[in-house]
């Protein structure tokens, strides 16, 4: 009989969990509509394309992101394909909601990197790219709308290099592009995939002679032959090799071609992507490593959703399980807190559609009924008191005033605000003189469009939001508040976060620098992390 440590490595080995990131409308939604599709999880794939569009994505489950065809939410997949057990982190593209996306980006092993074929590496792109750089997760690209005309494979390629700084391994070729686009090369296993708009899958394999099988020409023609022998032959001389270690390690991303809105290539990528791609792997903690299989169950919240079901008002906190075996109903400690809390109906998503689970593996993403227990960050573990890392937070950049415009919808009003900022999208502060006022923080401005759409969709609140001028945050370690309320003046304004800390909000770095010059005795921090580290090292000394 196996004992529980071969059960649990055996079940991490399926596992795969990864993040899907990209510039908007590089075909990030469609492509995971794609792999769901592959892996029976749907029957019919809803593609974006418009407000008037009948169909809609599975993971663009808000109705905001049904109206604008935009992605607002992350939101966690699970499928089974060929014996694997796969966890897709769908995020937003849009740069207002990086802040999410961030955070989603540490529950994942590996990430997924699109890139539309005529745009290359956009300004998103980028961003999230160094997120994931920095963290050292494997990155596989998937170069999209090969049907369309768009740059040059090789420039794509050179793009990577110069832009990211990252090099690539095509792991196969397109033969054409746009109208001539007519299949990929596969460089690994000497075929080509011929390209059919109907879906089906068509392979011509070649001699030994591969590429150079002259058979090749009969099919595709002659110009489309020439390129693909020159292209393939400087890829041979010139391009990196395939490399494991270099991959895993973030290093080399393995590069592939295709068309998502046709899934073609997107099977021969998930094919491929989960024999590549990592298992689920230790994560860092305030006691080192945590190892999957050998420490008892633990995880992390990196996401709170309110109203995923709007009829029943309900929010979920979304675990992400970093070792050991979960199972239904049992106790853990809930670390914040101190206090051991007992997670009863855990459950695994299809977007908004959900199963009960009775138990979950290093990887899985499971969703936690919340009655206001859980914050983002939040470690729950079976078994000691430790911490995993930080998630990120970013001080806001916007702001705006927030004026309830029915006083009779007070109660609905109170608990919207509540709970859509304890999602951590966006962050509320009053002001500290005897109005109390509520101030909204966002990272992105496109976060207030959808604070107010939530609060009357989900809560029936009407508002009004008043933009204020201020472009900074800043934390402010003092003991004497009442000295501190003096920082307000023409621009600056003194408030507290939802956690009672001191905040004083500027226009420009140049009113931030006035203020630091003017108040030597006090200091100011970019984010409540930097004042919290501030406090405890403090209490130490």
Same mark, same amino acid.
């Given at each position: ?42 029957r ?20 905001i ?40 980006l540490?529950?994942?092993d ?40 768009g ?37 690994? *296993? ?23 099988d002259?058979? @090749? ?19 041979? @001389? ?34 491929e ?18 190892d ?11 996401? @709170? ?12 906190a ?63 573990c ?20 927030? @004026? *309830? ?12 605000? *509540? ?52 472009q ?33 909000l ?9 203020l ?5 005795d ?6 409540a ?7 405890e ?5």
């Amino acid at each position: 009989m196996a004992t529980i440590y071969e059960e649990i490595h055996s079940q991490v080995e399926k596992r795969r969990t990864f993040a899907i990131i990209s510039h908007p409308d590089a075909g990030k939604t469609t492509l995971t509509e794609k792999l769901l599709l592959f892996g029976g999880a749907i029957r019919m794939a809803g593609e974006v394309k418009s407000r008037k569009a009948k169909k809609f994505a599975t993971s663009d489950w808000m109705q905001i992101e049904k109206e604008r065809g935009i992605s607002v939410t992350s939101s966690a997949m699970q499928f089974k394909y060929q014996g694997q057990h796969i966890n897709i982190l769908d995020t937003p593209g849009h740069q207002d909601f990086s802040e999410d996306t961030y955070r989603t980006l540490t529950a994942a092993d590996s990430a997924v990197m699109l890139l539309d074929a005529a745009k290359g590496v956009e300004t998103q792109t980028i961003k999230l790219f160094k997120v994931c750089s920095q963290r050292g997760i494997p990155i596989f690209t998937f170069i999209n709308k090969m049907d369309r005309y768009g740059k040059e494979p090789l420039d794509l390629l050179e793009e990577l290099e110069l832009v990211l700084g990252i090099r690539s391994c095509p792991m196969n070729w397109p033969i054409g592009m746009g109208d001539e686009f007519c299949g990929i090369y596969d460089r690994q *296993n000497h075929r080509i995939e011929m390209y059919r708009q109907d879906g089906q899958r068509d392979f011509i394999y070649p001699d030994q002679r591969g590429v150079e099988d002259p058979s @090749i020409r009969d099919v595709i023609g002659d110009s489309l032959y020439n390129k693909l022998c020159e292209d393939i032959a400087l890829l041979d @001389i010139a391009g990196d090799p395939f490399d494991q270690e270099k991959i895993s390690q973030g290093k080399l991303t393995p590069v592939y071609f295709g068309s998502a809105i046709s899934k073609f290539g997107v099977q021969t990528f998930l094919d491929e992507f989960l024999q590549l791609a990592p298992a689920p792997h230790a994560h860092m903690s305030s006691i080192g490593p945590v190892d999957t299989v050998k420490t008892a169950f633990s995880g992390f919240i990196f996401k @709170i959703q309110a109203n995923m079901n709007p009829a029943h008002r309900d929010r979920i906190a979304f675990l992400r399980v970093c070792s050991g075996k979960f199972e239904r109903g049992m106790a853990v400690n809930h670390v914040r807190s101190g206090k051991k809390i007992k997670l009863a109906q855990p459950q695994q998503f299809l977007a908004q559609d959900r199963d009960i689970v009775d138990e979950a593996y290093p990887g899985d993403i499971i969703g936690l009924h919340d009655a206001g227990n859980f914050r983002i960050g939040d470690t729950l573990c079976a078994e000691g008191s430790f911490k995993f890392e930080r998630l990120p937070q970013f001080p806001p950049e916007h702001f705006a005033r927030v @004026i *309830n415009l029915n006083a009779m919808k007070s109660k609905q009003f109170q608990k919207g605000e *509540n709970q859509l900022v304890e999602e951590g999208t966006v962050q509320a502060f009053r002001t500290t003189d005897r109005t109390a006022d509520l101030i909204l923080g966002v990272v992105g401005e496109l976060q207030f469009e959808v604070f107010s759409y939530r609060l009357k969709a989900e809560y029936g609140a009407d508002i009004r939001l008043q933009r204020l001028p201020y472009q900074l945050a800043r934390w402010v370690a003092a003991e004497n508040r009442i000295e501190v309320s003096k920082l307000s003046n023409l621009s600056s304004l003194c408030v507290t976060d939802q956690d009672d800390r001191i905040v004083v909000l500027c226009e420009s770095e140049f009113a931030l620098r006035w203020l630091v010059e003017k108040n030597a005795d006090l200091t100011f921090y970019a984010s409540a992390y930097e004042l919290d580290d501030h406090h405890e090292l403090s209490n130490a000394t």
